[in-house]
Every structure is written in C-alpha cells, then in structure tokens.
C-alpha cells in the first residue's frame, strides 16, 4: 500500500514560485511513472506533469511548460514540482499521483494512488 502526502501550497502573488513535495509511505521506485494533476473550483482535474524512471523523461502540459518543473528522489521516495512565475489560473488543488506502469500518461486514467491535494492561489 502507499500513501502520498502533498506539501508546500500557500497564497502567493503573480510571478513568485512555490516548489510543492509529495512523500510517499512506500517506495515509489523507478518502475512506477509519478504525476501531478490539479483540480481548480469548478472545473475537471487536470493532467500538469509527469516523471518516468530516475527522471529520464518529464512532460508537461502545455499550459506549465517552462515554468514548472518535475523531478523525482527515489531514493527518498519524494516527487517535487517546482513551479516558477506563477499566474492567477494556476490557483487550484494539486495532486500527486502514482500510475500502474512505467510510462504514465496524460489523464488520470491508471493512476492507482493519490494524495489528498494542496492548494496553491495566486493573487493577481
């Protein structure tokens, strides 16, 4: 069994960075790709990033691109996204997320776990 536990949301102003942690109980090793999705006030979840392997391959939407970056410590079990130049519509619930397989994907069909979520606003 694992549990992912997110950190690090808060209120910030446009343009400042906030680096979010979601720690797993249990290892999340190589095999297992991880995510963050995010979810804002009335609208459906949505895919922000994934990581594969020991951080072979990272994608993101197109929205984050550039601005926000993910990464993973396998050895301490710890996904992070570190997210830069913050803008209103990033304000929403992030979830860290842990898929089935190697290679993850874009929606949040086969991800087997998730954390509680955090939230992150962004003032204009």
């Known amino acids: 069994q694992v549990q992912l536990v997110e950190s690090g949301g808060g209120l910030v102003q446009a343009g400042d960075s906030l680096r979010l942690s979601c720690a797993a109980s249990?290892?999340?090793?190589?095999?297992?790709?991880m995510a963050w999705f995010r979810q804002a006030p009335g609208k459906e979840r949505e895919f922000v990033a994934r990581v594969i392997g020991n951080n072979e391959n990272a994608y993101y939407a197109d929205s984050v691109k550039g601005r926000f970056t993910i990464s993973r410590d396998n050895a301490n079990n710890t996904v992070y996204l570190q997210m830069n130049n913050l803008k209103p519509d990033d304000t929403a619930v992030y979830y860290c997320a842990r898929h089935t397989g190697f290679y993850g994907s874009r929606t949040s069909s086969g991800y087997y776990y998730w954390g509680q979520g955090t939230q992150v606003t962004v003032s204009s």
């Open positions: 249990g290892r999340i090793s190589g095999n297992y790709a």
